[in-house]
């Protein structure tokens, strides 16, 4: 008896054994390469948890690890017997490693794209984050910080990269701003949280779980993050280094806010915590919030920079106007620092978090600026400089501290630190003068 027509049809339609095994042989590959979309067509919704949201966890990762130091540094000294250099060079490897990885790491992203690029590196923090919580002295914790900061040294770089491709410009330095707080809620999650986790669990276990975050954070980028159509690969040879470093805008930007940036990334991450301790001598607890307090500035302050940034281009005024601005009254907080100022001790470290993250708007301003095949490039040429600067001030800021002698409970002088900040003021102030006299004239 034969089969009814609609039955015939569906039986031809229906793939052949081989045609499955060849569907499963090729699925990695589909994983690996993502469903391709041409940029603009996605809608704002889907652009929303398609592309911002997997990056901007990311983000979250990168600057919670960058910053967990500061709540486990009792813990550190306490277990590996850590003199103020040696926590300064263990926290700051982790600048070291971010920076030289930036020019490998802009390469990739320009031939391979942000999804895949992240994909890999996070595995490879994940690896870093198991090997810190196995670590039991200075070598090993070194080692594996160090691996962490190449394992994260993309989450920035790749949502601006992937940013860049699905957004329109006007809207770029306002979803910066979003995606600098996202990073600023990971700094958060690094103080009172993290204080409160440690009741509950050791830091080891602790280190464990964020590991379990970073692979969860890969997986969500590989399968949900779309892939553009593939570009003609343009070799990173040394007239493009040389295009980006001398690009006009680059170098003025470069000139103004590199070095603050620097202070900013290197100071925020570890020494705050440790001046708070030392010279006002408050408990773990109280800085834990102050902290908090500090990280909750940095999301409303990168947010508040990405809008202002925005309004300031609808209405032809120049954004680095604005930065030279920002890094005016930067300077000044420090130089509070620097003077011992009693009257506003508490307000001071929430103050330097907040106006400090004017110094995240030179990523827009050189973005903007440059070809759309080198933002991948001139962003990792910022972040090179920016994290080699920061991994100078952290440890450098620890090597000036040594200087003094501790109380016998292990607290440091306050001239100790005035005398650091003091040098930070100093390294800081010829780029904001060359600036403003080139302005004024």
Known sequence: MRAPAATRDAQAAAPLPSDWRRRWATAPARWWCGRERVPGTLSGPATLFLVFIPFALGHYISWLLRSVNAMLAPQLVAQANLTPSQLGMLTSTYFLAFAFAQLPIGIALDRYGPRRVQFVLLLIAAIGTLAFAGGRD?????????????????????????LNTWLPANKLPSVQGYLIAAGGLGAATATLPVRLALHHMSWQWLMIALAGACIAVALLILFLAPTPPAAPPRPFTRSALVETFTHPVFRETAMLVLLPHTVFFGVQGLWIARWLADVPRYGEQAIAWLLYLGMAAVIFGSIAV???????????????????????????????????????????????????????????????????????????????????????????????????????????????????????????????????????R
């Open 138 to 162: 200075f070598a090993g914790l070194a080692i594996a910080r160090a691996l962490m900061g190449f394992g994260l040294a993309a989450c920035f770089m790749s949502a601006i990269k992937a």
């Open 306 to 440: 990405g809008m202002l940034t925005e309004w300031a281009a609808k209405r032809g005024w120049r954004t680095l106007d604005i930065a030279a601005a920002g890094i005016l009254v930067f300077l000044l907080l420090q130089c509070a620092f620097a003077s011992g100022w009693r009257p506003a001790q508490q307000v001071l470290p929430v103050l330097f978090m907040l106006v400090g993250c004017v110094t995240g708007m030179e990523y827009s301003i050189v973005a903007q600026a440059v070809p759309p095949a080198l933002t991948g490039r001139a962003s990792t040429c910022l972040n090179l400089l920016i994290f080699i600067g920061a991994f100078i001030v952290q440890a450098g800021f620890g090597q000036v501290i040594g200087f003094w002698r501790p109380s016998p409970l292990g607290n440091y002088p306050a001239v100790a630190y005035q005398c650091a900040f003091a040098l930070l003021v100093l390294i800081q102030l010829p780029g904001l003068c060359r600036y403003l006299l080139r302005r004024f």
